[in-house]
């Protein structure tokens, strides 16, 4: 999905509806940008953002140019921007591939404007219980929660919640990620490719969850 053209709906998707409250112009970090399959599309939807990313692997070659990127471990590393130099921080499906979040919680509240805000998406533990519905996506689309090998624990909301609360966070909002068109091909997902067979039955089961932390 290019959203270079859908700027005027970002509204259809949770991850760009937090973008939408971003200032013009302003300085937004993603932490555990990987590919940077995310922050490129951030980039499509809101070119004025000033964008940095930071993950232990990553492919900055990938990233939108002009991105700020810092090879590190967000468990253990402190990031080398400014305190008070970021409007929001994204993190998308990185809690519950780590075990210790105090430092993760601490450079956030660090780097936050105030008043700043927060978005973590992570699956939602309903995804303890499926079972892939596709043969041919067995062992190449994490749909089980464990189908990843990497994942080590499930990150309900209210856990999240309570792990930043002493760094000096507050729960906004809390809720199911969507795209709202990729959940409504879902009924008539029989005329689609495997794959996107099932990235449009994530979408309408609801197979992520999300927390929008505010800096106090």
């Not at 971003?22 to 809101?46: C, M, N, W, Y």
Request: charged share 20%; hydrophobic share 40%.
């Amino acid at each position: 999905m290019n959203w270079t053209r859908l700027r005027k709906m970002l509204w259809i998707d949770t991850r760009f509806r937090f973008l939408q409250n971003v200032p013009a112009g302003g300085s937004l970090l993603d932490i555990g940008s990987s590919e940077g399959q995310t922050i490129s599309h951030f980039k499509e939807a809101r070119p004025d953002m000033v964008l940095h990313a930071t993950d232990l692997e990553g492919k900055p070659e990938l990233y939108p140019a002009g991105t700020q990127f810092h090879r590190g471990d967000i468990t253990a590393d402190a990031l080398p921007w400014a305190a008070a130099s970021m409007d929001a921080i994204t993190c998308m499906h990185l809690v519950e591939h780590i075990s210790s979040f105090d430092q993760l919680f601490k450079e956030c509240n660090r780097l936050l404007k105030n008043g700043g805000a927060l978005y973590i998406e992570t699956p939602h533990p309903k995804t303890l219980s499926l079972s892939m519905p596709y043969a041919s996506q067995a062992g190449k689309f994490t749909y089980n929660f464990y189908d990843d090998l990497t994942h080590q624990q499930i990150m309900p909301l209210g856990k999240i919640a309570t792990l930043a609360a002493p760094h000096g966070f507050s729960v906004v909002q809390v809720g199911t990620s969507r795209n709202w068109l990729f959940a409504a091909l879902f009924p008539f997902s029989f005329f689609l490719s495997p794959r996107k067979k099932i990235i449009s039955r994530v979408h309408f089961i609801g197979w992520s969850a999300y927390v929008i932390l505010r800096k106090r």
